[in-house]
């Protein structure tokens, strides 16, 4: 990652579901080193959308983590005022409504009745079996998911360094939820429209969001802007995992940082506790240190 390809804008995008933890930070300590070495500005976005789960306490911990580590960002909210005044999800409504009224004036959307049980039971993987896509359920109706029919056409994928694989549908994604029950949009949709929004043209996640990268695209085309969105260039790296390959998870409280400041770690400690779940020797002090010990 010596810097040999230029961009302008990258992401730090946390939800507000939980506390942070060590795997966040990695991930964050990622972006920034991956956007300062290819010239691009961090833009720190809180994907606020489940509105279920969200609580500012969570959003607060976001600032308290990002500054106790001296994370730095260029763009975005610097406290929990400017995000609720000016940052939330909820004030780009318009246009995630402006996406899924396409969506719909176009017929690519099908209204489904299932709950998670439901699919769970009627499917051995998990996988939808697309039970509610021939039902012609009203979309007007309410209580109902909107999801997305997919097909089988292989889709561009362009990693961080320009090279395109062209990968099919995961099956993960078959036919995936657009917009929830409660009427909002789901995160595909505005993980999409927010990219677009802010120009980010470089996205660094999770592996595990591999699936999700691909259904995004597709989704892209679907709103008329596969090429602006083809255009990014995406790195999914390896998760933090805990004792016994465990993947980490904001409800296991003794890996938030949170949790670590209260037993009185430093940001040493923190970085130095990261470093040792990606088996890299040594204490480092900063991000910068720790970016030293990642690529």
């Known amino acids: 990652m010596d810097g040999s390809v230029k961009y302008g804008r990258t992401r730090i995008a946390p939800t507000p579901s939980g ?14 080193d991956l956007g300062k070495r290819n010239g691009a500005k961090v833009l720190l976005r809180i994907d606020d959308m489940d509105r279920e789960r969200v609580e500012l306490e969570y959003v607060q911990d976001i600032f308290d983590t990002l500054n106790f580590l001296e994370l730095p960002w260029d763009e975005g909210p610097r406290n929990v005022v400017e995000f609720e005044r000016e940052w939330s999800q909820i004030h780009r409504m318009g246009l995630y409504k402006e996406a899924l009224d ?16 439901q699919v769970l039971r009627d499917s051995v993987d998990g996988v939808y079996p697309g039970t509610c896509r021939k039902k012609g359920i009203s979309l007007d109706e309410e209580n109902l998911s909107w999801r997305l029919g997919t097909d089988e056409k292989e889709i561009g994928v362009r990693d961080w360094e320009g090279r395109v694989v ?10 995936f939820v657009v917009r929830k029950r409660d009427g909002f949009p789901a995160y595909q949709l505005t993980s999409v429209v ?48 805990a004792e016994g390959e465990r993947k980490l998870s904001k409800s296991a409280g003794d890996t938030s940082v949170q949790y670590l400041r209260k037993q009185g770690l430093k940001k040493m400690d923190v970085y130095t506790m990261v470093a040792k779940m990606m088996g890299r020797e040594g204490e480092p002090g900063n991000w910068e240190e720790l970016a030293e010990t990642e690529f």
């Not at 060590?22 to 920034?32: A, E, P, Q, Y």
């Not at 396409?102 to 049980?117: I, M, Q, T």
């Not at 802010?198 to 999770?206: K, P, Q, T």
């Open 102 to 117: 396409l969506l719909r004036e176009e017929g690519d959307l099908f209204a489904c009745n299932c709950s998670r049980a």
């Open 166 to 175: 062209n990968v099919g549908m995961p099956g993960s994604m078959k036919d």
């Open 194 to 241: 927010d990219d677009l929004f802010y120009d980010v043209d470089l996205v660094v996640r999770g592996e595990d969001l591999w699936d999700s990268t691909v259904a995004q695209h597709f989704l892209a085309e679907k709103l008329g802007k596969g090429s602006a969105f083809g255009a990014i260039g995406f790195y999914h790296h390896p998760l933090l995992m």
């Open 19 to 32: 506390f942070l933890h060590l795997g966040n930070v990695m991930s964050f300590v990622r972006t920034i």
